[in-house]
């Protein structure tokens, strides 16, 4: 090692110590490739005894190997390949080689990482059309018509629906599934409840997005959902024919809410303007149109219904109202735990009915997304998310030409007499189906 260092000259190799790691620095900060972990290495040995003796000692057996590999060439080159007197100019050049090559590296590996992007995302957006900015909007709500369905645009850039598409269902897996904001966050409760055998105690100790996860949001995200234990319980607002393919082929239990369009219209426009992300600002009559044209998240509601209804009698699908379970909550907790293989007796379905009774998951910061406001996702001078939860609200937003026109729209699109899908506007006039 002494005898390294008066070969080179001590402050020669102190320089060059320092210019091989800013270099490194700069560059394995952002693009943390193979070759840059080998830089790592290389700077590393600079400061080692074994890189001086094991150069000096083994470097021309080593001759052939550098051809292969630009770094270790540089590295045998500085070593003289076990000559004794190294100049300083043979230094100057090494360094301006080693910039060399990790500019180009970087350069290299810059466009190829670019070019797979660009790929990458011509391959997502392969089958969908790219829809005209609706200002309405926030800035950042783009959304795309994929396979029918309006979807936003960042679950295909971030990939979500490409990885939806290999996603691995579990034959005990628990889907709730649902058009937004038909009773959603109330039938999850009532299935966590029953399919744990009534754990409220679980229920309490993490909120509805942890036990409950929403398979096409960021949070907690596809890689976390993979590992989790089973039963796994998951939700999802993708219509039928956009589920993972593996789960019309296990066929895991899914559990299909449906509410009338009218309340879904009221309270579908009242959550676009609460959350912040999307902040909705047009009028009800903006959204009114959007609404009937199909134009929203998720949407058109009657292709999403239309889809599921096909399969309610599929074995492993539960088809319900949102009507009927404010009617008879009683009556459709049984049906749950039938369907989940549960038996519960009057006394417990009555204490289930009570825990997710609207005025008790208002004031449950497990089920109402209270922990919303603490993250800022919601716009403070908007309705909460646990708005109403009734029937009929529809009645204190619509005018008589709405509710023609909808009366209409609805026997147009559904075609009730022909599908059997038919709905219920007040708790005056449901049934239990």
């Not at 058109?300 to 009927?324: A, M, S």
């Not at 646990?386 to 008589?400: H, Q, S």
Request: aromatic share 16%; net charge positive; proline share 4%.
């Amino acid at each position: 090692m002494g005898i390294f260092h008066c070969m080179l000259g001590r402050q020669f190799v102190n320089n060059l110590q320092i210019h091989l790691y800013q270099k490194y620095s700069s560059i394995c900060s952002h693009h943390p490739t193979r070759w840059f972990s080998q830089a790592h290495q290389m700077f590393i040995l600079l400061n080692t005894r074994t890189f001086y003796s094991q150069t000096l000692r083994n470097a021309p057996n080593k001759l052939l190997q550098t051809m292969s590999n630009p770094l270790h060439l540089c590295v045998h080159f500085m070593s003289g390949f076990g000559s004794e007197h190294v100049d300083l100019k043979k230094w100057k050049l090494i360094k301006r080689l080693f910039s060399t090559f990790l500019f180009g590296s970087t350069l290299i590996i810059t466009i190829f990482v670019k070019r797979k992007r660009q790929k990458s995302k011509r391959e997502l957006l392969q089958d969908c059309e790219l829809l005209p900015h609706d200002s309405n909007y926030s800035e950042n709500m783009v959304f795309m018509r994929y396979k029918g369905y309006i979807i936003p645009q960042n679950l295909f850039l971030k990939g979500i629906m490409r990885d939806l598409m290999d996603f691995k269902v579990r034959e005990d897996d628990i889907f709730v599934v649902s058009f937004p904001k038909t009773g959603t966050t109330w039938v999850q409760e009532l299935v966590y409840i029953i399919a744990t055998d009534m754990d409220f105690t679980a229920a309490q100790a993490k909120n509805l997005e942890q036990r409950f996860p929403f398979i096409e949001f960021l949070y907690p995200g596809l890689n976390t959902i993979k590992k989790m234990s089973s039963p796994r319980f998951l939700k999802s607002h993708l219509p039928y024919s956009l589920l993972p393919p593996e789960a019309h082929q296990i066929k895991p239990k899914v559990v299909y809410i449906v509410r009338n369009p009218k309340d879904v219209l009221v309270s579908y426009y009242h959550f676009l303007r609460m959350v912040k992300e999307i902040s909705y600002k047009g009028s009800f009559e903006e959204f009114f149109k959007s609404f009937l044209d199909g134009k929203i998240p998720y949407g058109p509601i009657w292709k999403h219904y239309l889809e599921w209804w096909e399969h309610r009698n599929d074995e492993n699908v539960l088809f319900l109202f949102y009507e009927d379970l404010h009617k008879n909550i009683v009556a459709n907790v049984k049906r749950i735990a039938d369907f989940l293989g549960k038996s519960l007796t009057e006394e417990e379905i009555k204490r289930i009915a009570y825990h997710c009774s609207f005025q008790q998951m208002a004031k449950n910061p497990s089920v109402n997304y209270s922990h919303w406001d603490d993250l800022d996702f919601r716009n403070k001078n908007e309705s909460k998310f646990m708005r109403k939860g009734i029937v009929g609200d529809w009645k204190n937003y619509f005018t008589k030409e709405m509710n023609q026109v909808m009366d209409e729209w609805i026997e147009e699109k559904f075609q009730s007499e022909e599908t059997g899908l038919s709905f219920h506007y007040d708790l005056q006039d449901t049934f239990i189906q």
